[in-house]
C-alpha cells in the first residue's frame, strides 16, 4: 500500500481544514487506519484511528470533539476532518495504514502501523 497525505495548508484559528489520504494497493479496504501528527521540535504523536470499515474510531483527548476521521473504501481514501483549528495544531499530519483483514480494531500506536505517508503540514495562525 502506498499513501499520498495532502490538504494541509495555513488556516487561522477556529478555521477547518480536511487532509485527504489517497491510497494505491488492494489491501486498503481491509486496513486501519490512523492520523498522526508531529509538531516542531516533538515527537509524532496519535490523532486519530479508523477500522476497516469505519464501524469504530478513536481520537486523542487534544482533537476530541473536533476533528472527526472516516474511510471510504469505494474510493481507497481515508479523511480527517478538522475544525475549531488551534495554534498547538500546527504540524505535519501523516497518514498510516495497517492490513489487518476483516477485523474490526482500531490502533493508536505508531508501531502498529506498516505504512505510512509522506506528511502533509498544517500551519494554524493566531
Known amino acids: 500500500v502506498q499513501l499520498q497525505a495532502s490538504g494541509g495548508g495555513l488556516v487561522q484559528a477556529g478555521g477547518f481544514l480536511r487532509l485527504s489520504c489517497a491510497a494505491s494497493?488492494?489491501?486498503?479496504?481491509?486496513?486501519?487506519v490512523g492520523w498522526f501528527r508531529q509538531a516542531p521540535g516533538k515527537e509524532r504523536e496519535f490523532v486519530a484511528t479508523?477500522?476497516?470499515?469505519?464501524?469504530?474510531?478513536y481520537y486523542a483527548d487534544s482533537v476530541k470533539g473536533r476533528f472527526t476521521i472516516s474511510k471510504d473504501n469505494a474510493k481507497n481514501s481515508a479523511y480527517l476532518q478538522m475544525s475549531s483549528l488551534k495554534p498547538e495544531d500546527t504540524a505535519v499530519y501523516y497518514c498510516?495504514?495497517?492490513?489487518?483483514?476483516?477485523?474490526?480494531?482500531?490502533?493508536?500506536?505508531?508501531?502498529?502501523?506498516?505504512?505510512w505517508g509522506q506528511g502533509t503540514l498544517v500551519t494554524v495562525s493566531s
Open positions: 498510516a495504514a495497517d492490513d489487518r483483514g476483516y477485523t474490526d480494531v482500531v490502533v493508536t500506536t505508531a508501531g502498529g502501523f506498516t505504512y
Open positions: 479508523i477500522s476497516w470499515n469505519g464501524a469504530f474510531t
Open positions: 494497493g488492494r489491501t486498503f479496504k481491509t486496513s486501519v
